[in-house]
């Protein structure tokens, strides 16, 4: 239930209440919005004496939401002490054993599976997603990036007569049917002046250098989608954002609309395949190195930053990751080999898809449900 917008006490008696009304604006419209969604509501509730949120603050809110009388059937004094350790699974069965061998895997399903087998069977088996309105900036950012990938892809197949100027093909292309709903988004005007801002940089640095990559007549082809098994046993299909002849070696590049995190570094003292072999989790350095396993044409690959400075928007992926891509497939398909044929898809809480996932609330994921003084 959402709490009321002010709790205190406040340690700043301005700003604190102001956040804290956002907060309680932004549960209640989750609230309502899963009250539409049901026939029947139960309320775990606590029978707060002290701060007024007795039964009857909840009955008479869904009394008043329902316009129908709600029923008192049990209330607690006080919310179990502890923590609960019980783990949420999905217990495996042939049928899901089935249709995870039949799968499909792309880069980012694969990545779930093994990082988190509990959010990819929510995500890609049952295609949970939260609702629109718990998108956020990082949400909108990947929107962007998705324009600036066919921007890219347009400017180096069938519009590379806009390379000397590419401006009016990325006003087209905003302007479109098919970006409607990108553009219908409020404040999204800011985010496509930067994008544009972002583009006119990098334009002008490959100018200077002499060394041109994004604004080059290069690409072998765009968007180019593979397929292949991984280690004769599990599909996997993708697209690559670009296979660019660059100081003659044939490259797939894989453009990425952020900066470079510090997740992206390569060890020195590990590989790509010994990290995965001890920790089951595969470096972001492992997408393009299945790439280029499954792209023969391919000699090398690069991720290209767009939001990174020049000094560090390019990341080429040594050789000796890329010549370990058979061990690596091998290694994925036994991990996953050996998903299938356990008892559950069980949640990982110490996932590096935790810092991201908007579907913690399933998993029950430690410290995402708190109350206003920080007990679960």
């Given at each position: 239930m959402p709490a009321p917008p002010f709790e205190g006490p406040f340690i700043n008696p301005v700003h604190v209440p102001q956040m804290r009304k956002n907060v309680f604006e932004y549960q209640d419209l989750l609230f309502?919005?899963?009250?539409?969604?049901?026939?029947?509501?139960?309320?775990?509730?606590?029978?707060?004496?002290?701060?007024?949120?007795?039964?009857?603050?909840?009955?008479?809110?869904?009394?008043?939401?329902?316009?129908?009388?709600?029923?008192?059937?049990?209330?607690?004094?006080?919310?179990?002490?502890?923590?609960?350790?019980?783990?949420?699974?999905?217990?495996?069965?042939?049928?899901?054993?089935?249709?995870?061998?039949?799968?499909t895997f792309s880069y980012s399903s694969l990545s779930k599976i093994l990082a988190c087998p509990f959010l990819f069977y929510h995500q890609y088996i049952l295609k949970v997603s939260p609702p629109s309105f718990m998108d956020d900036d990082e949400k909108i950012n990947q929107r962007m990036?998705?324009?600036?990938?066919?921007?890219?892809?347009?400017?180096?197949?069938?519009?590379?007569?806009?390379?000397?100027?590419?401006?009016?093909?990325?006003?087209?292309?905003?302007?479109?049917?098919?970006?409607?709903?990108?553009?219908?988004?409020?404040?999204?005007e800011i985010y496509r002046l930067n994008a544009k801002i972002i583009l006119q940089e990098i334009e002008e640095e490959e100018r200077a250098s002499g060394r041109r990559i994004l604004f080059a007549a290069n690409a072998i082809s765009c968007e180019e989608k593979f397929s292949g098994k991984i280690a004769g046993r599990?599909?996997?299909?993708?697209?690559?954002?670009?296979?660019?002849?660059?100081?003659?070696?044939?490259?797939?590049?894989?453009?990425?609309?952020?900066?470079?995190?510090?997740?992206?570094?390569?060890s020195s003292r590990e590989t790509v395949l010994e990290r995965f072999r001890e920790k089951h989790i595969l470096h972001p350095a492992a997408q393009l190195i299945l790439y280029s396993h499954f792209i023969p044409e391919a000699k090398g690959a690069c991720f290209y930053f767009l939001k990174e400075t020049?000094?560090?928007?390019?990341?080429?992926?040594?050789?000796?990751?890329?010549?370990?891509?058979?061990?690596?497939?091998?290694?994925?398909?036994?991990?996953?080999?050996?998903?299938?044929?356990?008892?559950?898809?069980?949640?990982?809480?110490?996932?590096?898809?935790?810092?991201?996932?908007?579907?913690?609330?399933?998993?029950?994921?430690?410290?995402?449900?708190?109350?206003?003084?920080?007990?679960?």
């Open positions: 309502r919005q899963m009250l539409a969604r049901s026939a029947k509501v139960s309320v775990a509730a606590v029978d707060d004496a002290i701060r007024e949120r007795t039964p009857g603050y909840y009955l008479s809110l869904l009394s008043e939401e329902f316009e129908k009388p709600a029923m008192k059937v049990a209330f607690r004094q006080a919310t179990p002490e502890g923590k609960n350790d019980i783990m949420p699974f999905i217990p495996m069965d042939e049928p899901l054993s089935a249709r995870l061998k039949a799968f990036g998705t324009f600036i990938h066919r921007f890219l892809q347009q400017l180096s197949t069938v519009r590379k007569d806009r390379q000397g100027d590419w401006g009016p093909l990325f006003d087209e292309l905003w302007e479109s049917g098919e970006n409607e709903e990108l553009r219908s988004l409020e404040g999204i599990y599909s996997i299909t993708g697209r690559s954002d670009r296979l660019a002849l660059l100081e003659g070696r044939a490259l797939v590049i894989d453009f990425k609309y952020s900066k470079k995190r510090s997740g992206f570094s390569l020049s000094k560090n928007r390019i990341m080429e992926i040594p050789d000796k990751e890329l010549d370990t891509s058979g061990e690596l497939v091998s290694a994925i398909a036994d991990r996953l080999d050996g998903i299938v044929r356990g008892d559950q898809l069980a949640a990982e809480y110490d996932s590096r898809e935790c810092e991201y996932c908007r579907l913690q609330s399933l998993c029950g994921k430690e410290g995402y449900y708190r109350t206003a003084g920080g007990s679960r």
